[in-house]
C-alpha cells in the first residue's frame, strides 16, 4: 500500500525502480521491530492494520504499540515473540518501491533466511549494540555474501539502551569491518539507530547527533537495485513449449514457441543462436509475449522466442546467443558453495535430483572439499555436511548441465537440491 | 576466501518499470507451473486478481491454449453480476471453466453448516479439495496477493499442501531464487501464486495498463446497505436487513469480491479505473480491513483456514 504523499521530499521525483531487501541478524536483535518501525514512520501502515496491532499488544500486557506484530503474522511467532518464516511487506515512497523480506534471526530456521537472502538487492544486517558481532551475525552475513547480494548494511541497533554512546558504536564499526574484510565484502556501511524510538530510520531523532551520515530511508531511497542481471551474456533457459497445433490454421499449423525469461543479456530479431546442450544452430525469427511481435528482448522478460529452424528442443535446454557459446559450459561435474537445509545430512550414497535453470539432473556427492567455520571462517575437513552447513562440494551429473560461475551469473550459476524421498528442497549451491 | 562476488557496479534504474517486472515474474511462474505440474488448474472467480491472472496467462500462453481449465468453486453466494462475468470471460478465451458448488458438497453430506445462514465461504475448501481429488489435480494456480494478509505474508509462491490440503507455516519449503520446487508425491498439491509480490495497487494499475474488463460491482454504485460496526453490509435476499437495522442508499463498491455472506462494499465514488488507483493510493484502511467479515471473526482466521486447505 503507498504512502506517496507522506514521504519527505527527497528532489525530483525519479524513480529508482523496485529495490528488494531483507533484514537479517542474530535473534531479537530487532529485525521485525525495524521493519515495523520503518513502515510505520512512513505512514505506510493503514488504519486498521494499526488498530489491530495495537489490540493485540495490549491483550498480550504490553505498554507500547509492539511493531513487529506487523510482520509476525503467524499464531506460534506471535505467542513465542519471533520470527519463525519470511514476512513479505510492499511498500513505495515517491522515489521507488520496495519488497521487504523480514528474516528469522533463530538458527533453527537458517534456511528461511537464505530463502530470503536469495532474491534481495541489499541486506540490512542488524546488530544489539549490547551484545555486538555474535555467531548467528557472522552466519547470516557469510550467506548475505555468499547468495551475492552486492550491499550490506550494518545497523546497529538498540543505540537507546546504552545510551547512544559513539564509542560503541565504533568498536562494533571496527570488529566488524575486520570481519568484512576476511571475507572480501567491500560495499559494507553503518549506521546507529533505535529501532523502537525510531532514531536515524526515517527521522534523524535527537540522541544521535554525531552521526553525520545519511538515515536508513536516504540510504535505502539511492541504492543500486541489483536485480538488472550485469551479465551481458544472453542466457535463455526454455521453460514451455507453444505448439498450438491448429490444423486450421495456416499462421500456427508450424508455429513452435520457445517459451522463458531473459536470464541476462538481450536479443533480436536476426541474431545468431545455439541450443545447448545439443550444440545446434539457428537464428532468431520471431520474439513475441502474448502472440504479439516485438524487435527484441531485454534481460528479465518473459517472452516467447521463434527460431529459422526446426530443431528439436525442450524444457531445460539453454538458448545462448552464438557469440556467447564458448563461454557457457556444459559439464557433468559441478563444483560448488552448498548450504545444506535439510534435516538429515548429505548423504554421499545417495542419489539427489539438482535443479539449476529449468534444468534437472541426477546427482551423487563426489568431494566434501571443506566445510566453513562460521566464526574463525576456517575451512575444516569434513566427512559429513549437516543442517545449516556450509560447505565446498563437487557432484557428479547423470545429465549434463549448461552453467555459469555463479558469480558471474546468479540465474544460471545457482542450484537447488532435491530429496526425491520427500520431493523437499534440502540444499542451495552456488557454482564455482 | 573463493566465494563468490558480484560485481557491485549496477545500474540504477532498472530497464523494465515495476508493472514490466511484475508481469515478466508472473509469467515466469504460469510457465514454471506448467513446465513442472502434470496436471494444473487456475482458480478463476470473475474477481479483480483472478481477471489479471488470466490476462497474465493470455501473455503467457497466446497463441496456444492455456495448458489448465479454469476451476470456480462456487459458494452459491455470489453476485450474480460476477457469475456472469466469470462464464462471458471464459467464453471469450476459448478455455475450459470447471465449476463445483459448495451445494453439491453439502448435498453430499462433506459440508454441513451449523446453521443454514452460516457464511459458506470457509467450506469451499472442502469443496475445493473434492474438485482437486476428482480431477487429479496436482497443482492450483491462485491469484492471492501477500499484501492482502499477514499470514499470506509468510506464505511461499509454490506453496506445498499435505493430502489434507493442509498448510504447515512452520515447515514451509526453502524457496531459492527462481529456483521453485512444484514436485508433490501423488495426494499431495501445490498452490503456486503468481502475483504474491503485487499490491492492490499494482493490481489496478495493471488492470489500467492492460484496459481489462471487470464485473460492475468494482465500480460505485448506489446499493442498499446496513452498517454493521464499520463494516457496509449488503442488503441482499441472503443478507436481508433485520429488526432495527437502518437501510441505506449508498453510493458503494467493492474493493474484493467473494461470497455475498462475508464481502464488505466500501463508500466510493469511484466510478472509473483511474479514480480507483487514485483511492488506493491515498486509502487508510487495506483492502480486507475494509472488506472482510471473514478476517475479524480471530487474529488469526485466514491462517487457520490455510492449515485446513483454504487457497
Ligand atoms: N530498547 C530497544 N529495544 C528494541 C529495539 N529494537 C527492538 N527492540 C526489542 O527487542 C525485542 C526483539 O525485537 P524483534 O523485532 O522481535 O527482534 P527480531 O530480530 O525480529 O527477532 P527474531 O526475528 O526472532 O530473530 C523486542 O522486545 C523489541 O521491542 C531498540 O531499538 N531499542
Ligand atoms: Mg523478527
Known amino acids: 500500500m503507498s504512502a506517496i504523499e507522506h514521504i519527505p521530499e527527497f528532489g525530483s521525483p525519479v524513480d529508482?525502480?523496485?529495490?528488494?531487501?531483507?533484514?537479517?541478524?542474530?535473534?531479537?536483535?530487532?529485525?521485525?521491530?525495524?521493519?515495523?518501525?520503518?513502515?510505520?514512520?512512513?505512514?505506510?501502515?493503514?488504519?486498521?492494520?494499526?488498530?489491530?496491532?495495537?489490540?493485540?499488544?495490549?491483550?498480550?500486557?504490553?505498554?507500547?504499540?509492539?511493531?513487529?506484530?506487523?510482520?509476525?503474522?503467524?499464531?506460534?511467532?506471535?505467542e513465542q515473540g519471533i520470527t519463525i518464516d519470511v514476512a513479505y511487506r510492499y511498500f513505495s515512497t515517491g522515489r521507488r518501491k520496495y519488497i521487504i523480506a523480514d528474516a528469522p534471526g533463530h538458527e533453527q530456521y537458517t534456511r528461511n533466511m537464505v530463502t530470503a537472502a536469495s532474491t534481495a538487492d541489499l541486506a540490512i544486517i542488524l546488530i544489539d549494540a549490547r551484545k555486538g558481532v555474535l555467531t548467528q551475525t557472522r552466519r547470516h552475513s557469510y550467506l548475505a555474501h555468499l547468495v551475492g547480494i552486492p550491499h550490506l548494511l550494518v545497523a546497529v541497533n538498540k543505540m537507546d539502551l546504552i545510551g547512544y554512546d559513539r564509542a560503541v558504536f565504533e568498536r562494533i564499526r571496527l570488529e566488524y569491518l575486520a570481519?568484512?574484510?576476511?571475507?572480501?565484502?567491500?560495499?559494507?556501511?553503518?549506521?546507529?539507530?533505535?529501532?523502537?524510538?525510531?532514531?536515524?530510520?526515517?527521522?534523524?531523532?535527537?540522541?544521535?547527533?554525531?552521526?553525520?551520515?545519511?538515515?536508513?530511508?536516504?540510504?535505502?531511497?539511492?541504492?543500486?537495485?541489483?536485480?538488472?542481471?550485469?551479465?551481458?551474456r544472453f542466457r535463455f533457459p526454455v521453460q514451455f513449449v507453444c505448439r498450438p497445433q491448429k490444423a486450421d490454421d495456416p499462421l500456427l499449423h508450424d508455429y513452435r514457441g520457445f517459451m522463458g525469461?531473459?536470464?541476462?543479456?538481450?536479443?533480436?530479431?536476426?541474431?545468431?543462436?545455439?541450443?545447448?546442450?545439443?550444440?545446434?544452430?539457428?537464428?532468431?525469427?520471431?520474439?513475441?509475449?502474448?502472440?504479439?511481435?516485438?524487435?527484441?528482448?531485454?534481460?528479465?522478460?518473459?517472452?516467447?522466442?521463434?527460431?529459422?529452424?526446426?530443431?528439436?528442443?525442450?524444457?531445460?535446454d539453454m538458448i545462448v546467443r552464438g557469440d556467447a557459446r564458448e563461454s557457457a559450459l556444459v559439464t557433468r561435474r559441478i563444483e560448488a558453495m552448498l548450504c545444506w537445509m535439510g534435516e538429515s545430512p548429505l548423504d554421499a550414497r545417495r542419489k539427489y535430483l539438482i535443479r539449476q535453470t529449468t534444468r534437472d539432473a541426477r546427482a551423487l556427492l563426489d568431494e566434501i572439499a571443506y566445510r566453513l567455520d562460521i566464526n574463525s571462517l576456517q575451512q575444516v575437513a569434513a566427512g559429513e555436511i549437516g543442517m545449516n552447513d556450509i560447505a565446498?562440494?563437487?557432484?557428479?551429473?547423470?545429465?549434463?548441465?549448461?552453467?555459469?560461475?555463479?558469480?558471474?551469473?546468479?540465474?544460471?550459476?545457482?542450484?537447488?537440491?532435491i530429496d526425491e524421498s520427500t520431493n523437499n528442497t534440502v540444499g542451495a549451491g552456488m557454482i564455482l | 576466501m573463493n566465494a563468490p562476488i558480484l560485481d557491485p557496479v549496477?545500474?540504477?534504474?532498472?530497464?523494465?518499470?515495476?508493472?514490466?517486472?511484475?508481469?515478466?515474474?508472473?509469467?515466469?511462474?504460469?510457465?514454471?507451473?506448467?513446465?513442472?505440474?502434470?496436471?494444473?488448474?487456475?482458480?478463476?472467480?470473475?474477481?479483480?486478481?483472478?481477471?489479471?491472472?488470466?490476462?497474465?496467462?493470455?501473455?503467457?500462453?497466446?497463441?496456444?491454449?492455456?495448458?489448465?481449465?479454469?476451476?470456480?468453486?462456487?459458494?452459491?453466494?455470489?453476485?450474480?453480476?460476477?457469475?456472469?462475468?466469470?462464464?462471458?470471460?471464459?467464453?471469450?478465451?476459448?478455455?475450459?471453466?470447471?465449476?463445483?458448488?459448495?451445494?453439491?458438497?453439502?448435498?453430499?453430506?462433506?459440508?454441513?453448516l451449523k446453521s443454514a445462514d452460516e457464511s459458506r465461504n470457509k467450506h469451499q475448501s472442502v469443496t475445493l479439495l473434492e474438485a482437486i481429488e476428482e480431477f487429479g489435480f496436482d497443482a492450483c494456480i491462485g491469484g492471492a496477493r501477500r499484501d492482502e494478509e499477514k499470514a499470506r505474508a509468510k506464505e511461499r509462491i509454490f506453496s506445498f499442501r499435505d493430502e489434507f490440503g493442509g498448510w504447515d507455516p512452520k515447515?514451509?519449503?526453502?524457496?531459492?531464487?527462481?529456483?521453485?520446487?512444484?514436485?508433490?508425491?501423488?495426494?499431495?498439491?501445490?498452490?503456486?501464486?503468481?502475483?504474491?509480490?503485487?499490491?492492490?495497487?499494482?493490481?489496478?494499475?495493471?488492470?489500467?495498463?492492460?484496459?481489462?474488463?471487470?464485473?460492475?460491482?468494482?465500480?460505485?454504485?448506489?446499493?442498499p446497505v446496513v452498517r454493521k460496526g464499520n463494516l457496509l453490509q449488503p442488503v441482499t435476499d441472503l443478507t436481508p436487513a433485520r429488526d432495527g437495522d437502518v437501510i441505506e442508499q449508498l453510493r458503494v463498491r467493492f474493493r474484493t469480491v467473494g461470497d455475498i455472506t462475508c464481502t464488505a462494499p466500501v463508500e466510493s465514488d469511484a466510478d472509473t479505473v483511474d479514480k480507483i488507483i487514485a483511492e488506493t493510493a491515498t486509502t487508510t484502511i487495506t483492502e480486507r480491513g475494509a472488506t472482510r467479515l471473514d478476517d475479524q471473526a480471530s487474529e488469526a482466521a485466514m491462517e487457520q483456514r490455510k492449515k485446513e486447505g483454504y487457497f
Not at chain 1, 17 to 29: A, K
Not at chain 1, 264 to 275: F, R, W
Not at chain 2, 188 to 196: K, L
Open chain 1, 16 to 78: 529508482n525502480g523496485l529495490l528488494r531487501f531483507l533484514t537479517c541478524g542474530s535473534v531479537d536483535d530487532g529485525k521485525s521491530t525495524l521493519i515495523g518501525r520503518l513502515l510505520f514512520d512512513t505512514k505506510a501502515i493503514l488504519a486498521d492494520t494499526l488498530h489491530a496491532i495495537e489490540k493485540t499488544s495490549l491483550r498480550r500486557g504490553m505498554e507500547a504499540v509492539d511493531l513487529s506484530l506487523l510482520t509476525d503474522g503467524l499464531q506460534a511467532e506471535r
Open chain 1, 179 to 232: 570481519f568484512a574484510q576476511q571475507l572480501g565484502i567491500k560495499d559494507v556501511r553503518f549506521i546507529p539507530l533505535s529501532a523502537l524510538n525510531g532514531d536515524m530510520l526515517v527521522d534523524r531523532g535527537d540522541n544521535l547527533g554525531w552521526y553525520e551520515g545519511p538515515t536508513l530511508i536516504d540510504i535505502l531511497e539511492s541504492a543500486p537495485a541489483a536485480h538488472s542481471a550485469s551479465d551481458e
Open chain 1, 261 to 316: 525469461r531473459v536470464e541476462s543479456g538481450g536479443i533480436e530479431v536476426g541474431d545468431e543462436v545455439v541450443v545447448l546442450p545439443s550444440e545446434r544452430h539457428s537464428r532468431i525469427k520471431g520474439i513475441q509475449i502474448g502472440g504479439r511481435s516485438l524487435p527484441r528482448a531485454v534481460a528479465e522478460q518473459s517472452v516467447t522466442l521463434l527460431l529459422e529452424d526446426e530443431i528439436d528442443i525442450s524444457r531445460g
Open chain 1, 392 to 417: 565446498r562440494v563437487s557432484f557428479k551429473l547423470a545429465q549434463p548441465l549448461v552453467v555459469d560461475r555463479y558469480a558471474e551469473n546468479r540465474a544460471t550459476g545457482a542450484f537447488i537440491v
Open chain 2, 10 to 112: 549496477l545500474p540504477l534504474r532498472p530497464a523494465l518499470d515495476h508493472l514490466d517486472w511484475l508481469e515478466a515474474e508472473a509469467i515466469y511462474i504460469l510457465r514454471e507451473v506448467a513446465g513442472q505440474c502434470s496436471n494444473p488448474a487456475l482458480l478463476f472467480s470473475g474477481g479483480k486478481d483472478s481477471i489479471v491472472l488470466l490476462r497474465l496467462a493470455e501473455k503467457a500462453f497466446r497463441p496456444g491454449r492455456f495448458p489448465f481449465p479454469l476451476l470456480h468453486i462456487d459458494t452459491g453466494h455470489n453476485y450474480s453480476e460476477v457469475i456472469d462475468f466469470r462464464d462471458a470471460r471464459a467464453c471469450e478465451l476459448n478455455e475450459r471453466l470447471i465449476v463445483r458448488s459448495v451445494e453439491s458438497s453439502m448435498a453430499r453430506g462433506t459440508v454441513r
Open chain 2, 171 to 223: 515447515n514451509q519449503r526453502p524457496e531459492l531464487w527462481d529456483l521453485f520446487n512444484a514436485r508433490v508425491h501423488k495426494g499431495e498439491n501445490i498452490r503456486a501464486f503468481p502475483i504474491s509480490n503485487w499490491t492492490e495497487l499494482d493490481v489496478w494499475q495493471y488492470i489500467a495498463r492492460e484496459g481489462l474488463a471487470l464485473p460492475p460491482i468494482y465500480f460505485a454504485h448506489i446499493r
